[in-house]
């Protein structure tokens, strides 16, 4: 709970952020300074507040949840870690796609990547897109070079090349909507600044951040941007990924069935352009999946 407290010293009044909260039983509290007036953005001051609180607490558990997952892939067969890569894979594969529109089920994914069985009742592209994303998941966990535009249009020439290869590999020559959503991408003309911008920021901040928040910004970055005319979500979810892997985390994947918190936190942050609604989100399920609280 979040309050604001008066305090008098000598006369003078100081206000303060008071927040307390229940950690192993027992009740803390932090508090922030103000200042001898009250702030005009309180509403952008206490959601940082509460960010930084939780945040600090989350990290440890971060770091916790990377030094687990190494030490049980060292200590995994091969042949076992590939079988659950495996399994990841087709997972990621299915849901990731699923959420942008594909009509496989999770069963008819597992067929067609484990046994080349194609499902003879569905659309084409989306057996194709489902055939790419694999490819491209297998290779990104062995990719030794860090993030970069070109390993982006790579990823998309491959996605889309058998089924969209008049937009495979570019970045959007024309305005996009999002379906349902409230947001408005930016257009055509402001993709290839901000993308040179992401990129810049990625690289001041690559080996300052902790992975998993790294991780959840290149998703919410890159999919405001919406640098391309189709398939954003996958690659921003794939870059996600490949963050996660590269920095020794388990990677994660965000369930086509628990999809609308998803999309709400992730709209909610781009038409507030406030960062910590999805990575307070994003925080939260990434602990969930690897067990934490």
Do not use: C
Request: glycine share 4%; charged share 35%.
């Amino acid at each position: 709970m979040v309050s604001i407290k008066k305090k008098v010293k000598k006369g003078r009044t100081y206000y303060y952020l008071r927040h307390t909260y229940r950690e192993g039983g027992k009740v803390s509290a932090k508090e922030k300074y103000l200042g001898s007036e009250l702030p005009k953005d309180m509403e952008r001051i206490q959601k940082e507040f509460i960010f930084e609180i939780y945040s600090k607490k989350w990290l440890s558990k971060f770091e916790e949840i990377r030094k687990n997952y190494l030490k049980a892939v060292r200590e995994t067969p091969k042949s076992e870690r590939e079988k659950n890569m495996d399994v990841f894979s087709i997972r990621f594969t299915y849901d990731t796609q699923r959420i942008e529109g594909s009509t496989l089920s999770l069963r008819e994914t597992a067929n067609l990547i484990e046994r080349g069985v194609s499902p003879g009742n569905k659309p084409i592209h989306d057996i194709k897109e489902a055939e790419a994303h694999q490819k491209i998941f297998k290779k990104m966990l062995f990719i030794n070079k860090d993030l970069s535009q070109n390993l982006l249009l790579d990823w998309h020439r491959e996605l889309l090349s058998d089924t969209k290869p008049d937009i495979a590999g570019k970045f959007r020559v024309s305005e996009v909507r999002i379906s349902g959503s409230r947001f408005v991408p930016p257009t055509n003309l402001e993709v290839p600044v901000l993308m040179r911008e992401f990129f810049s920021w990625y690289e001041k901040n690559r080996n300052k951040l902790n992975a998993v928040e790294l991780a959840a910004l290149v998703h919410l970055k890159l999919v405001t941007v919406h640098p391309f005319a189709d398939g954003n979500g996958r690659i921003s979810r794939l870059a996600m990924n490949f963050v996660l892997n590269k920095h020794g985390f388990p990677m994660l994947n965000i369930e086509y069935e628990n999809r609308n918190s998803y999309y709400r936190d992730l709209e909610r942050s781009q038409t507030k352009k406030d960062d910590s609604i999805f990575l307070m989100w994003f925080f939260r399920r990434y602990l969930k999946e690897n067990g934490k609280k």
